[in-house]
């Protein structure tokens, strides 16, 4: 599809789900990957082992992104092993869902320590040696509820739409150093994630989309491949929505 060759990217919890898929499409356009994860270190060696037999190169890294000082500091490490770092994808995330009244503070600040804050930490961490090739490329993953809001989802839907904001200022503060920042919204995307939610709740959504069906994972990976790329050089502070006119 574009063209990654000689490029290295970080995609943080891509051992599974949408982040998986956003591995194997950078690998497949040439980017050397590295694969986040927090748990389960076999399933992230085994999407690097699929995209080594697939010709393309990879390698894992675990730690936990809801800890920001040390997330920060694993990417720093990572930028200066690798020579470098091109790509950031912050896609690791969790949902913590419940109607505000029965919301615990400890969740809260959990959903904001991880989407959040360990997105910022990566961010801080790339933008270092990203700063220093005058060039780079940050996606972070917000949601469609992050603009629409969703009932039961206050602290998700916060921190999603916080990333939005923090997509914008992150792209005014270091355009001038040709490093862009996106987010990419995915709507409804079938994953373990949207797997656990309630059936009506799943029956509703569908409702609402007007394609008629959940997106993929690999629609989702286009999208932020795409922001990769040489050809997206002229996009930043923009969110790109991959929702099936969920949300327009
Ligand atoms: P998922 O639960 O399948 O994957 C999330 C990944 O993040 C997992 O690999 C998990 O191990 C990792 N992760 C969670 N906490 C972590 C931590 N503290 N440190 C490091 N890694 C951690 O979810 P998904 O559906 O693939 O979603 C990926 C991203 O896309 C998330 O940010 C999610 O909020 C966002 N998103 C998903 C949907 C959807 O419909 N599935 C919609 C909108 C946005």
Do not use: W
């Not at 748990?39 to 010709?55: R, S, T």
């Not at 060039?135 to 993953?141: P, W």
Request: hydrophobic fraction near 45%.
């Amino acid at each position: 599809m574009f063209s990654l060759d000689g490029k290295s990217a970080l995609v943080t919890g891509a051992s599974r789900g949408i982040g998986r898929a956003i591995a194997e499409s950078l690998a497949g356009c040439g980017a050397k990957v590295v694969i986040g994860y927090v748990h389960g270190e076999e399933k992230a060696q085994q999407v690097a082992d699929g995209i080594i037999a697939a010709g393309g190169e990879a390698e894992i890294v675990g730690f936990d992104v809801g800890d920001a000082s040390l997330a920060e500091k694993e990417v720093v490490a990572l930028a200066k092993r690798l020579g470098g770092l091109d790509i950031m994808v912050a896609n690791a995330g969790i949902a913590l869902d419940g109607l505000l009244l029965r919301l615990k503070e400890d969740d809260f600040d959990r959903t904001f320590s991880v989407n959040v804050k360990g997105a910022v930490a990566c961010a801080r961490g790339a933008i270092k040696s990203m700063m220093r090739a005058r060039q780079g490329r940050i996606v972070f993953l917000s949601s469609v509820v992050g603009e629409m809001g969703n009932a039961g989802q206050v602290a998700y839907a916060a921190s999603k739409a916080a990333l939005l904001g923090v997509t914008k200022s992150l792209a005014r503060e270091y355009a001038s150093r040709s490093i862009t920042v996106n987010a990419v919204a995915p709507g409804f995307i079938d994953t373990d994630m949207t797997h656990e939610l309630p059936e009506a709740a799943k029956e509703q959504m569908l409702q609402s989309i007007p394609l008629g069906r959940t997106g993929t994972a690999n629609e989702v990976a286009a999208a932020v491949t795409f922001l990769c790329s040489d050809e997206a050089a002229y996009i930043t502070g923009q969110t790109l929505r991959v929702n099936g006119g969920m949300y327009v």
